[in-house]
């Protein structure tokens, strides 16, 4: 009896610590795994210094974590890093970082006057796509799209482009990216635009792009 006793103590120790060992390295795996899909700052910095012919990978840029988020606001306000504010600005946006609005929008605040270089212009360009990215995790994107469509054109000029051609790019784009967030307070800003439009083009811009983002809320809500 005490022999048969030993034993089954025996058999359920040898249970116990074989399933300690599983679960042990279940969670190496995890642990290793997260690791894998995170990218390290470094990974971070060269996906905005890199250049694309079709642009960011998405699937990259959703792998940022925290750490790379803070080196890339980091770059968004150094002199020197200009040339990849654009790229910089879009990653955050992807990546939805909540510091990402608060240093994208003292980017924003930046006082600019006279001609800029082409990377301040494609930075302003790249601009409303990121918030429209950002919306979906920092809902104060959204307030700034609607800011940029009803602004003014901005006090800067790159070649040809100034006053009220400037104006219609940024506030074209910014209704581009509203109707990409699918989203329905999205949805709400571009009808009040829409009763409020004189400019036919604009306005055939703007039913294009609701039936654009009646399509993404489809797609988002499956």
């Given at each position: 009896?005490?022999?048969?006793?030993?034993?089954?103590?025996?058999?359920?120790?040898?249970?116990?610590?074989?399933?300690?060992?599983?679960?042990?390295?279940?969670?190496?795996?995890?642990?290793?795994?997260?690791?894998?899909?995170?990218?390290?700052?470094?990974?971070?910095?060269?996906?905005?210094?890199?250049?694309?012919f079709?642009?960011?990978?998405?699937?990259?840029?959703?792998?940022?974590?925290?750490?790379?988020?803070?080196?890339?606001?980091?770059?968004?306000?150094d002199?020197?890093?200009?040339?990849?504010?654009g790229?910089?600005?879009?990653?955050?946006?992807?990546?939805?970082?909540?510091?990402?609005?608060?240093?994208?929008?003292?980017?924003?605040?930046?006082?600019?006057?006279?001609?800029?270089?082409?990377?301040?212009?494609?930075a302003?360009?790249?601009?409303?796509?990121?918030?429209?990215?950002?919306?979906?995790?920092?809902?104060?994107?959204?307030?700034?799209?609607?800011?940029?469509?009803?602004?003014?054109?901005?006090?800067?000029?790159?070649?040809?482009?100034?006053?009220?051609?400037?104006?219609?790019?940024?506030?074209?784009?910014?209704?581009?990216?509203?109707?990409?967030?699918?989203?329905?307070?999205?949805?709400?800003?571009?009808?009040?635009?829409?009763?409020?439009?004189?400019?036919?083009?604009?306005?055939?811009?703007?039913?294009?792009?609701?039936?654009?983002?009646?399509?993404?809320?489809?797609?988002?809500?499956?």
């Amino acid at each position: 009896m005490l022999r048969r006793t030993a034993k089954l103590n025996l058999r359920r120790a040898s249970t116990s610590t074989g399933s300690a060992c599983w679960l042990g390295l279940a969670l190496l795996l995890l642990a290793n795994l997260a690791s894998a899909q995170t990218l390290t700052v470094d990974e971070t910095e060269a996906l905005v210094r890199a250049h694309y012919f079709e642009g960011m990978p998405r699937e990259e840029a959703l792998r940022i974590g925290p750490a790379g988020a803070r080196r890339l606001i980091e770059m968004l306000v150094d002199p020197g890093e200009h040339s990849s504010h654009g790229q910089i600005m879009l990653a955050l946006g992807l990546s939805g970082s909540p510091e990402a609005m608060d240093a994208i929008q003292a980017w924003i605040e930046i006082p600019r006057v006279g001609e800029v270089d082409r990377h301040m212009f494609r930075a302003w360009q790249v601009l409303p796509y990121a918030l429209g990215h950002l919306a979906r995790s920092d809902r104060r994107a959204l307030a700034q799209l609607d800011v940029l469509m009803k602004d003014g054109p901005p006090n800067w000029t790159f070649r040809q482009h100034r006053g009220p051609r400037l104006g219609r790019m940024t506030r074209d784009a910014a209704v581009t990216s509203l109707a990409e967030t699918g989203m329905p307070e999205a949805g709400r800003i571009l009808d009040r635009v829409l009763r409020d439009a004189t400019d036919v083009q604009f306005e055939q811009h703007l039913r294009d792009a609701r039936a654009r983002h009646r399509e993404r809320a489809r797609e988002v809500g499956r």
